[in-house]
């Protein structure tokens, strides 16, 4: 069983819809990651939260927007996306020693 | 900046039998940590085995170790006793020590285990 925890599993929405993905690990780590991930790709950074930093990746586009509320929470605020926005969204988190991956949402966008 | 390329596409092994995947790295760091990830068909991400640079000795996790030759920059993963749950995607991951905690990820190669 991960210890980082994704909800939800599957979301499908549409272009003109908000809503928010959620990711929350239980093992004190200080780095948080979203990553995007399109079939039989590696994962593609997002936006890192290190030690309350955040790091963007520069070419995700600002309908993407991440919230850590506390160090062991981080959000991503998705908004009027496009369906090539349709992707596997995966959270991880690190202490530097290797990346520790939640199972994913399963994102389609209609 | 640094790169991370895994050559082989795909790669298939008959269960029971040993197979080896590569993987190559470009950095001018001299410290930093490699690892493979295991991507099964349910996408779960799974860190497999985990190299400090800085540490001669290969690291091994029960069937799977690697061949680490940090002065070639590669570092392959070899699968021992092959078993159908082995397959799923495999990717070759880099960190390095600097502080940006952010890692590179090789373009990823999938085996295929046959009964």
């Known amino acids: 069983d991960t210890e980082v925890t994704q909800t939800p599993k599957h979301l499908v929405m549409g272009m003109t819809n908000k809503k928010s993905l959620k990711c929350e690990q239980h093992m004190g780590h200080r780095a948080m990651y979203w990553y995007k991930q399109k079939a039989k790709k590696p994962p593609e950074l997002m936006f890192v939260y290190s030690y309350e930093k955040l790091s963007i990746n520069e070419s995700v586009p600002s309908r993407f927007s991440p919230e850590c509320p506390n160090s062991s929470l981080l959000n991503l605020h998705l908004h009027a996306l496009q369906p090539e926005d349709s992707a596997l969204y995966l959270c991880?988190?690190?202490?530097?020693?290797?990346?520790?991956f939640g199972s994913g949402t399963q994102l389609s966008v209609l | 900046a640094q790169t991370v390329t895994q050559s082989q596409p795909e790669m298939s092994v008959q269960e029971a039998e040993t197979v080896t995947l590569s993987c190559t790295y470009d950095t001018s760091e001299s410290d930093y940590y490699l690892f493979w990830y295991k991507q099964p068909p349910s996408r779960q991400m799974i860190l497999v085995i985990r190299?400090?640079?800085?540490?001669?000795q290969n690291a091994t996790e029960n069937r799977f170790s690697v061949n680490f030759q940090k002065a070639a920059k590669s570092f392959s993963l070899k699968i021992s006793d092959s078993q159908l749950g082995d397959a799923a995607m495999y990717f070759c991951?880099?960190?390095?020590?600097?502080?940006?905690?952010?890692?590179?990820f090789g373009t990823g190669t999938r085996l295929k285990v046959l009964a």
């Open positions: 991880a988190s690190s202490q530097g020693q290797g990346l520790f």
């Open positions: 190299q400090e640079a800085y540490k001669q």
């Open positions: 991951a880099y960190r390095d020590t600097s502080g940006t905690y952010k890692y590179i």
